[in-house]
């Protein structure tokens, strides 16, 4: 899958008490309107967590 987003880097992270995560500022303002500020997290490997903007998750969902 090709995207227009690159997000690369490694950042720190908590969980609130809501199951939220804060997402890096630079991430966010890449989102297209469609994606409606909204990422798909999933498991990555070694420890890690893959992030989509919503169009690129829901593209994975369907594959």
């Known amino acids: ?3 227009q987003y690159t997000f690369i880097g490694e950042y ?3 969980v609130d ?3 939220r995560v804060n ?4 991430f966010r303002q890449q989102l297209k309107k469609s994606d409606k500020n909204t ?5 990555g490997i070694d420890s890690c ?3 989509y903007p ?3 998750g ?6």
């Open 17 to 19: 008490s809501k199951n």
């Open 58 to 63: 829901k593209k994975l969902k369907l594959n």
């Open 1 to 3: 899958m090709s995207s």
């Open 23 to 26: 997402i890096p500022s630079p």
């Open 12 to 14: 720190n992270f908590v």
């Open 39 to 43: 990422f798909v997290l999933t498991r």
């Open 49 to 51: 967590i893959w992030v």
């Open 54 to 56: 919503l169009s690129d």
